[in-house]
């Protein structure tokens, strides 16, 4: 199991990077939520992996940490807030400006030059 | 008395949320009550500093859960004169706004509320998740004070500033979750005990998460090579919310002396101090290229924020000694360069406003209205950024070289200080000189009166100002408080006595 969520974290944190890095905010956008999902399972696993037990404590028996789910969840809704805010800011910098790109104006056309 | 601790955090909370519902309609309410709010602030920071200067620590344990099981905010020398920068700031960018700024846009007085909110909250916090809280409200709130106003190149600058800064925020979880992973707390004063015994082997895991949280807190002060959105965001917000950014930077440099003094001080062994060597060559290169930024920028906004980026260069080269007295000499610098800034962005707008064609582009134009009073206020303001004497730039850039002089590279930190100090003082004149002296033989008559009677931004400039050479004429007695915060900051027992002793809670 330890494999599975390290390379989770890994594909996810990869694969976000990779789009935060894109020309467009439709990718960037997605790239964040991509790192925030990474992140909140790395907290999640910072409390060590676990399966089966409450995250409560009880005098017989073992348990499992709480404290990294709280600050998972508490990551989760500043993550959502923050999209939101991002996805508010694309799209008026679209209505703006009338393109997508995040870098300098026209970076964004160049790149789909450099596609072509 | 018990409950002031908590009063930074919460006023500008409710404040921020009855504005919200309250302000829409009426801008002269909204503006009555954001500003008495800001005076109210800087009267209960005043009053933690004057309780802070006894030398004891007190801690607020909010719903009386111990620390480090609750949440725990500490008021300490530092953070006590943190609250009194950002209030004054605030105030007077407040004063300015009051001028017509605030009726660009809806809800600025609500988002300015907040960011204080998350200002205050980010000094006074006594754990590292709570700062991560507090840095994402201050942030949400700026990107909505950012695109104020709005226009497209404004817009998309906030959108580059929103990105870098949730990019920030990302690896702040992961370093979050390092620490926590290795020393199982979060807790400031907590973490300072369990880092000397972590043992060898997870030494790996705990240097990684103090880099990263580095790493983030750099960002925010903008150390080079992290500095990129420093001049973009700063130059294409509008002026006066520039001049609150100003104090953003130094957020990252109080969060950057609050980690390594108290958690990785002489306590942590093997760890000690292990932010220094990425910290020194970074923050030279900061200030070099901060100041050659002044000298190469073309908008007077741009050439501020990179006399900024050159502030915090100057401010961590003090910082990164890692000694009592850099560290105070590090705070008196950062005080004062605060308000300079401050005052530098609110005159750019004063100046743009007069200019309609060529707003704040360094070119000579028709001659400006005032440009004899904006003219010197620029002249004060720019003698206190750049630190010729009398002012506080000059006693704060005199009080770093007398710190460094047992420093191993003392002869590069002296030759780097002057020589930039240079490269700012030309770009400042030749900047001034051409917006206050030159066009004036072309279009004699063509001067642009301003839309409105500035009298409230004229205030606040000089406020700000007088401020600053307050600074200057109390150096002596503000020195004696800096140097027993800084001493504070070097005997972190007692904070964490403060914190987790028995003594603790908020009797």
């Given at each position: 199991?330890?494999?599975?969520?390290?390379?989770?974290?890994?594909?996810?944190?990869?694969?976000?990077?990779?789009?935060?890095?894109?020309?467009?905010?439709?990718?960037?956008?997605?790239?964040?939520?991509?790192?925030?999902?990474?992140?909140?399972?790395?907290?999640?696993?910072?409390?060590?992996?676990?399966?089966?037990?409450?995250?409560?404590?009880?005098?017989?028996?073992?348990?499992?940490?709480?404290?990294?789910?709280?600050?998972?969840?508490?990551?989760?809704?500043?993550?959502?807030?923050?999209?939101?805010?991002?996805?508010?800011?694309?799209?008026?910098?679209?209505?703006?400006?009338?393109?997508?790109?995040?870098?300098?104006?026209?970076?964004?056309?160049?790149?789909?030059?450099?596609?072509? | 008395?018990?409950?002031?601790?908590?009063?930074?955090?919460?006023?500008?909370?409710?404040?921020?949320?009855?504005?919200?519902?309250?302000?829409?309609?009426?801008?002269?309410?909204?503006?009555?009550?954001?500003?008495?709010?800001?005076?109210?602030?800087?009267?209960?920071?005043?009053?933690?500093?004057?309780?802070a200067s006894d030398g004891m620590i007190r801690t607020?344990?909010?719903?009386?859960?111990?620390a480090?099981?609750?949440?725990v905010?500490v008021v300490d020398r530092l953070a006590a004169?943190?609250?009194?920068?950002?209030?004054?700031?605030?105030?007077?960018?407040?004063?300015?706004?009051?001028?017509?700024?605030?009726?660009?846009?809806?809800?600025?007085?609500?988002?300015?509320?907040?960011?204080?909110?998350?200002?205050?909250?980010?000094?006074?916090?006594g754990?590292?998740?709570?700062?991560?809280?507090?840095?994402?409200?201050?942030?949400?709130?700026?990107?909505?004070?950012?695109?104020?106003?709005?226009?497209?190149?404004?817009?998309?600058?906030?959108?580059?500033?929103?990105?870098?800064?949730?990019?920030?925020?990302?690896?702040?979880?992961?370093?979050?979750?390092?620490?926590?992973?290795?020393?199982?707390?979060?807790?400031m004063a907590d973490?300072a005990l369990?880092?000397?015994?972590?043992?060898?082997?997870?030494?790996?895991?705990?240097?990684?998460?103090?880099?990263?949280?580095?790493?983030?807190?750099?960002?925010?002060?903008?150390?080079?090579?992290?500095?990129?959105?420093?001049?973009?965001?700063?130059?294409?917000?509008?002026?006066?919310?520039?001049?609150?950014?100003?104090?953003?930077?130094?957020?990252?440099?109080?969060?950057?002396?609050r980690?390594?003094t108290l958690a990785?001080g002489d306590a942590?062994?093997?760890?000690?101090?292990?932010?220094?060597?990425?910290?020194?060559?970074?923050?030279?290169?900061?200030?070099?290229?901060?100041?050659?930024?002044?000298?190469?920028?073309?908008?007077?906004?741009?050439?501020?924020?990179?006399?900024?980026?050159?502030?915090?260069?100057?401010?961590?080269?003090?910082?990164?000694?890692?000694?009592p007295?850099?560290?105070?000499?590090?705070?008196?610098?950062?005080?004062?360069?605060?308000?300079?800034?401050?005052?530098?962005?609110?005159?750019?707008?004063?100046?743009?406003?007069?200019?309609?064609?060529?707003?704040?582009?360094?070119?000579?134009?028709?001659?400006?209205?005032?440009?004899?009073?904006?003219?010197?206020?620029?002249?004060?303001?720019?003698?206190?950024?750049?630190?010729?004497?009398?002012?506080?730039?000059?006693?704060?850039?005199?009080?770093?070289?007398?710190?460094?002089?047992?420093?191993?590279?003392?002869?590069?930190?002296?030759?780097?200080?002057?020589?930039?100090?240079?490269?700012?003082?030309?770009?400042?004149?030749?900047?001034?000189?051409?917006?206050?002296?030159?066009?004036?033989?072309?279009?004699?008559?063509?001067?642009?009166?301003?839309?409105?009677?500035?009298?409230?931004?004229?205030?606040?400039?000089?406020?700000?100002?007088?401020?600053?050479?307050?600074?200057?004429?109390?150096?002596?007695?503000?020195?004696?408080?800096?140097?027993a915060a800084a001493i504070q900051l070097f005997a972190p027992a007692g904070y964490i006595d403060a914190v987790l002793g028995a003594e603790g809670?908020?009797?």
């Open positions: 199991m330890e494999l599975l969520v390290a390379s989770a974290i890994g594909v996810l944190t990869a694969s976000g990077v990779y789009l935060v890095l894109r020309g467009r905010s439709f990718p960037v956008v997605l790239g964040l939520a991509l790192l925030s999902y990474a992140v909140n399972l790395f907290l999640f696993a910072s409390g060590r992996l676990a399966v089966d037990l409450p995250p409560v404590i009880r005098a017989a028996g073992s348990y499992t940490d709480p404290l990294p789910q709280a600050l998972v969840l508490t990551a989760i809704v500043i993550s959502f807030g923050m999209t939101a805010v991002t996805v508010a800011m694309a799209v008026r910098s679209f209505l703006e400006s009338g393109d997508d790109g995040v870098g300098a104006a026209g970076a964004a056309d160049e790149e789909d030059a450099g596609r072509r | 008395m018990t409950h002031l601790a908590i009063l930074p955090i919460l006023l500008p909370a409710i404040v921020a949320a009855l504005l919200a519902l309250a302000g829409r309609r009426d801008l002269v309410l909204a503006r009555t009550i954001s500003l008495a709010s800001a005076a109210v602030l800087l009267l209960v920071a005043i009053a933690l500093v004057v309780g607020y344990a909010l719903g009386d859960w111990p480090p099981f609750g949440i905010l004169l943190m609250l009194t920068l950002t209030a004054g700031l605030a105030l007077a960018v407040l004063l300015h706004c009051a001028n017509g700024w605030d009726a660009r846009g809806r809800h600025f007085h609500a988002l300015f509320q907040f960011q204080l909110m998350g200002l205050n909250g980010a000094f006074l916090t754990d590292f998740f709570n700062l991560f809280v507090f840095f994402e409200i201050l942030l949400i709130a700026s990107y909505g004070l950012m695109v104020h106003g709005g226009g497209a190149e404004r817009v998309r600058a906030g959108l580059q500033y929103v990105v870098v800064n949730l990019v920030g925020s990302t690896l702040f979880l992961f370093a979050v979750g390092l620490l926590y992973g290795v020393t199982g707390t979060l807790n973490l369990k880092v000397p015994a972590v043992p060898p082997a997870d030494h790996g895991v705990l240097r990684s998460g103090a880099l990263l949280l580095l790493f983030v807190f750099a960002l925010k002060a903008a150390l080079v090579p992290l500095h990129l959105w420093l001049p973009g965001t700063y130059a294409n917000a509008p002026a006066p919310v520039a001049a609150l950014f100003a104090v953003l930077t130094k957020v990252g440099a109080y969060a950057i002396v980690l390594s990785f942590a062994g093997e760890l000690a101090w292990l932010v220094t060597p990425w910290l020194m060559p970074a923050a030279m290169l900061t200030l070099t290229l901060g100041m050659f930024g002044v000298l190469a920028a073309r908008r007077l906004a741009g050439m501020i924020s990179f006399a900024v980026v050159g502030s915090v260069g100057t401010l961590l080269i003090a910082v990164a000694l890692f000694t007295q850099a560290i105070a000499a590090a705070l008196y610098y950062l005080v004062q360069s605060t308000l300079a800034a401050g005052a530098l962005f609110l005159v750019v707008d004063l100046v743009g406003e007069r200019r309609p064609a060529l707003g704040d582009l360094l070119a000579p134009g028709p001659r400006i209205a005032q440009a004899a009073l904006l003219g010197s206020l620029f002249l004060v303001a720019a003698i206190a950024m750049t630190g010729l004497p009398p002012l506080a730039g000059f006693v704060g850039k005199l009080l770093i070289l007398d710190a460094t002089r047992d420093a191993f590279n003392r002869s590069w930190i002296w030759s780097l200080l002057l020589t930039t100090s240079l490269l700012a003082i030309v770009g400042f004149a030749r900047a001034g000189s051409v917006l206050f002296w030159k066009g004036g033989e072309s279009a004699q008559n063509a001067a642009v009166q301003p839309a409105r009677a500035a009298v409230l931004p004229l205030i606040a400039i000089g406020l700000l100002l007088a401020a600053n050479i307050a600074w200057t004429l109390g150096a002596g007695q503000v020195l004696g408080y800096l140097d809670g908020n009797e």
